[in-house]
């Protein structure tokens, strides 16, 4: 049974039209107990929509009341980065969470396990995230840290909001196909920018997330200083531009050696 009273959980989703993009859609769609919306921005060549399978889990939705919307995005120099823009610009409540197209939950409540711990730490929020099993974040400098994943539920409010939105925009990831040599890390970002704000993050080991792209090799790009100094550089000046008196603490954890 979905709890009709609690805040509902906005959730994006970025694909680029991988196989998996039903199974994940078709993973939150089945969660119980919390009520959900899901938007799903696609940046792929082919429209994802138009496949069987992904139409499928769209009936599924409204079958199951959920709030599923689609939107195609071509940026084939920024496709990631303008990808989370575009999908924050939909997701405007107060507990959002960012989904790839290749992670599913282990259990039908595992969303709600997270939202209850969310619910807990009420305003001290920052995020509460799974454990990630197959991450590709173990590629990259994150691999000994507790850190942000994808399902993860994270607080916006407007500072949040404001930081994100000027991240996304001015920034060029490192999983952007194109762009300058300076590049920046989401994952590295959400991580410490909660912390930064004297909020509280938390990995809640015995909620299971599965990352399905079990053929991903060493992602040395993500072991590079550069990358981790450009961010925090840059998690540094946002912060300090739109939440002036939070104290940036030391990161939380270190880098590669």
Known sequence: MTNVNAPTIQVGILTKGRPMLATVIANLVLQEEHPIEIFVVDTGDQPAIKRVDVQSVLRLAQDRDVRCEYELHRDRQRAFSGGRLKLLENLTGPLIVFMDDDIVLAGMAALASLARRAEELGPKLGWVAPYCVNAGSARGFLRDRPHYSPGGIFAQDEIVRSILLEYYNNNTDVLD????????????????????????????????????????????????????????RELHRLVAKHAPGATTPSPSGRGPR
């Not at 809640?204 to 079990?214: A, C, I, K, P």
């Open 177 to 232: 196909a194109r762009g300058p040599r300076e590049r920046v890390w989401e994952l590295e970002f959400l991580t410490e920018l909660f912390p930064a704000l004297g909020r509280v993050t938390e990995v809640q080991h015995e909620t299971v997330s599965y990352h399905l792209d079990y053929g991903g090799g060493t992602r040395w790009d993500l072991m590079e200083e550069a990358l981790l100094a450009t961010t925090r």
